[in-house]
């Protein structure tokens, strides 16, 4: 049983009314919690462990004391949320391709956030409040998946994925690639899809744009490493979906605010000419009392 399954089954015996529940049952009430549910005391003490999404929130806004802007709280809390429930997955692993789609995913979607100065903030506070997780390393190794796909057309891209080859630098990723298509228990995750997709768009701009040779391409690199083609296909349409709704936002925004700033132009004009008209009021009065 996952580990997530098992921290949600332990919450639902917490609960008030489950505890009434077996109390109400003579056959239960005397039930060990392990009997219960089918768990060893090993598998509850592993659950009583776990961290809590609560838990990761909490550290999040210890890193980062600053408020969050309203309309980018979610994209965070979203972002946190996923990232949180991989990181207590048994099956999941840390590896650069889901480093890349981290990085893209909070960069996209965080575009234009004011204060610029907080984002860098805000990135550090997502990755150290995930299981204590080092920003620097997913920066780096982002980085360097960005500078691989600038090596290869969408073709060498797809070719390399499927059967990958030495390339000065990058041996943990072509170990990491061979792993991936041999582990059936492989926990795949949209920020990996992403990840996947983002080499793609960076190899071949044209290619990842057409929909038809995108879909192609993503249905090669599936095969190669054994994902889940229909999940990501979905995963990877509703990611652009939120980034077009995301963009339509921010331009929303960026209008409303050169709008309050002429108005303000215009309240500081009227006030200046309003100024100006009673300064010269009073110089005649002025010039007509001398004389």
């Not at 969050?68 to 840390?94: G, K, T, W």
């Amino acid at each position: 049983m996952a580990i997530e399954t098992l921290s949600i089954a332990l919450h639902f015996w917490r609960s008030r009314g489950l505890r009434d529940a077996i109390a109400s049952k003579p056959s239960l009430a005397n039930t060990p919690i392990s009997e219960t549910m089918g768990l060893s005391s090993h598998q509850i003490l592993l659950v009583n462990n776990v961290r809590t999404v609560s838990d990761t929130k909490r550290d999040f806004y210890i890193h980062h004391t600053r408020p969050i802007n309203s309309i980018y709280r979610r994209v965070v809390e979203e972002l946190m949320v996923e990232m949180h429930l991989l990181s207590v997955n048994a099956d999941f692993h840390y590896d650069p391709i889901y480093a890349l789609g981290v990085v893209t995913s909070f960069e996209r979607f965080m575009q234009g956030y004011r204060p610029e100065r907080d984002k860098e903030s805000i990135f550090k506070a997502l990755c150290q409040s995930v299981g204590g997780h080092n920003p620097q390393q997913y920066q780096h190794d982002a980085e360097r998946m960005q500078a691989l796909a600038k090596q290869f057309s969408g073709k060498e891209l797809m070719a390399w994925v499927a059967s990958p080859t030495h390339v000065d630098g990058m041996g943990d990723v072509q170990e990491s690639l061979q792993a991936i298509a041999h582990n059936q228990q492989f926990k795949y995750s949209r920020l990996f899809g992403i990840g996947l997709f983002t080499l793609l768009e960076i190899s071949e701009p044209e290619l990842a744009k057409d929909e038809k040779q995108r879909n192609e391409a993503l249905k090669q690199l599936c095969e190669a490493l054994h994902l889940p083609t229909d999940k990501l296909q979905k995963d990877l349409d509703l990611y652009r979906n939120n980034l077009e709704k995301m963009i339509q936002i921010q331009l929303v925004m960026e209008d409303a605010l050169k709008a309050e700033r002429k108005k303000r132009e215009q309240r500081s004009q009227e006030s200046g000419t309003v100024g100006t008209a009673q300064n010269a009021d009073n110089s005649k009065d002025e010039a007509t009392s001398g004389s």
